[in-house]
């Protein structure tokens, strides 16, 4: 089974400053790894993913974030936040081998940019 | 704006009242989830639906009712809730339970059991 851990429940940072927001996961087949994002009363949705191919992803709102096989992480960066990105962030995993869908997610870092 | 549609934004209910949670999808997606969301955590899948059979149940309470009517359409039937089960539930969607991508969720339904 996976399973995915968010290290920082949650993560103040000023306006304009660069934020990193940390993701790792455990799994005994390849993956499929989400950032997604929930802003206050709304539902999920998807910043990024990484299926195969280049491990630096790219996503939606200036943020990336880079595969790393060998430490089983998938951190979510952005180089200048606003704050507008003050939201609830979720890592999730899935299977890699198409076999059944069910997504895990971690528990979520909160991102709070101050002015 | 989101294209999984879920109805209504927000219920009130007593615990002997019977409501329903609707949720639409118009991309050609064969699955179909239910997730409850509590408040700070991340979402809990209940159900599954995938070609419009169940085909997982996270050992919900039988107080939770899943239907499918169709290949877009997704209800939730709730029977004699429990102020504990107050929450968001959201609806979300997939191209099939068995392809790679995304889950496209909806903007969730707030539900409060008094």
């Known amino acids: 089974a996976q399973s995915v851990t968010q290290l920082d429940s949650q993560v103040p940072v000023f306006e304009e400053a660069p934020v990193e927001l940390r993701c790792n996961y455990s799994?005994?087949?390849?993956?499929?790894l989400f950032w997604y994002v929930q802003y206050p009363n709304q539902g999920l949705q998807l910043l990024l993913k990484?299926?195969?191919?280049?491990?630096l992803v790219k996503g939606i709102n200036g943020f990336e974030a880079e595969f790393n096989k060998s430490q089983t992480s998938f951190h979510l960066r952005k180089p200048s936040v606003h704050i507008s990105d003050t939201a609830e962030y979720f890592c999730?995993?899935?299977?890699?081998?198409?076999?059944?869908?069910?997504?895990?997610f971690g528990p979520g870092t909160r991102l709070s940019v101050l002015p | 704006d989101t294209e999984v549609t879920q109805t209504p934004k927000h219920l009130v209910m007593g615990m002997t009242n019977k409501k329903s949670l609707k949720c639409e999808q118009h991309?050609?997606?064969?699955?179909m989830y239910w997730y409850k969301q509590k408040a700070k955590k991340p979402p809990e899948l209940m159900f599954v639906?995938?070609?419009?059979?169940?085909?997982i149940n996270e050992s919900v309470p039988s107080r939770f009712s899943p239907e499918c009517p169709n290949s877009s359409l997704l209800n939730l039937h709730l029977h004699a809730l429990q102020p504990e089960d107050s929450a968001l539930y959201l609806c979300?969607?997939?191209?099939?339970?068995?392809?790679?991508?995304?889950?496209?969720f909806g903007e969730g339904s707030r539900l409060t059991v008094l």
């Open positions: 799994s005994s087949v390849s993956v499929y």
């Open positions: 990484y299926l195969s191919g280049s491990t």
């Open positions: 991309m050609g997606h064969r699955a």
């Open positions: 999730a995993v899935t299977r890699g081998d198409n076999y059944g869908q069910n997504f895990v």
């Open positions: 979300a969607s997939s191209r099939g339970q068995g392809a790679t991508g995304e889950l496209f």
């Open positions: 639906y995938s070609y419009e059979k169940l085909s």
